[in-house]
């Protein structure tokens, strides 16, 4: 049995059970749209300009407004909206006389109309991303006025700094390569400087809104997530900064660490999912390596009762610490250039660990798409690891170098760990038949 057509135009075309599906959602987002709107009303007892059964109506006036397009013509679909803004202006006329000049609801009203036409076109995944952004933002309400009144005046201007930073400067810097092996690309400088201060700056805010040790788990899984080698600096910066915060900061790096071993496995899936089987033992027995010790360091930080909790985390925006991390991608950069120049194919797994010193991700993709063609799987998985290890040290030598005494204490054992797990896998790799 075959669906009864609605609609057959050349521009569009809409049978009965797309219909009903598309109907039954546009009712749904009036629901949840309306649901927070009048508990909203109730909780702050006032009255409202729009309940649950108004939100429906006029999802649906949107929804029947955009079929009258095709079946009729599109003035009516224009008056239909006309009439949605008279009546909400209406609307905030009255209630802004009384002193309520707030305008989220009458708002609200105009984007569920929207909405309703969008999901009549057959656009459901997008209108419903955007009801739940717009559901969430409304019942978001106190939280983000408590929130803002917390902000000082040193952080706006900090991310002031940081959004001129990210839109008016990095995209417009050259990306061309310059200096040494055409190593050095200024924009590719830029992002990393950009990143580095970035991960910084969302440390200090979940830091400030979380707590200093929730905060900061969650800003080392983060970072881990865009780059781990980052992540270390930023975090060996604040230890030195203040010495009482080592033992969180230690959680962080290592959560990042943890989470770039997945990073590994997740390229390898995605390029080469025979090298992904081939390695995924070994990267696993890592990762819960790293696991294992980030949340011995975390659960440890949680126990201890001290002034961790109560000190400052720090500089909203480190451009300084950044700019310096920048200098030493750079230095580590050409390093790794000339390393390739020099050893060619012929020292795959010697590239890897030169490779490994500044970015685990390049070298992972490189080694999963040749693994199998014109590189042995054994041999892109012992550069794998090679490349885990070569990486785990720099960032071991980063947090040694800038970080204050006691993380260093932390990351010696944290990472030996790690790395201990790393040799035990090359170990075993290289013993199988």
Known sequence: MTDSILIDTPEFKLVQSEFIVR????????????????????KENRPGFAGIRTFVLVVLLGFLGAMMVFLFSPWIYFCVLSAIIILTGISYWITSTKGDIGATTEASVLIAFILGSV??????????IITVVVVVMLSAKIRLKTAIGKITAEELYDFIRFAVIALLIVPFLPDVNYGPYGAINPREIGWVILLTSGIGFIGYMLMKFLGTRNGILLSGIIGGLV????????????SEQNAAQSLNCAVAILAASTIMMVRVLGWTFIFN??????????????I????????????????????????????PLDLHGALAFGALYVIILVFVSYGHENLGDHGMLALSAVAGLSDIDAIT????????TTLDFSIAVNALLIATMSNTVVKLGIGIWAGSAQLRKYLYIGYGIILFAALVALVVV???P
């Open 227 to 238: 780059s781990s080698t980052a992540t270390t600096w930023v975090f060996a910066k604040k």
């Open 273 to 286: 999912p025979t090298l992904f089987d081939e390695t995924f033992t070994m990267q696993l027995f890592i």
């Open 430 to 432: 290289n013993s199988s």
């Open 23 to 42: 109907l039954l959602v546009a009712v749904g987002i009036g629901l949840l749209i309306g649901l927070e709107r009048e508990h909203s009303a109730i």
């Open 288 to 315: 819960t390596a790293g696991a294992c010790s980030t949340l011995f360091f975390h659960f440890k930080s949680r126990k201890r009762v001290d002034s961790v909790t109560n000190v400052r985390p720090g500089k």
């Open 119 to 128: 999901t009549f076109l057959g656009y459901i995944f997008i209108s419903l």
């Open 365 to 372: 993709i490189s080694v999963s798409r040749f693994a199998g």
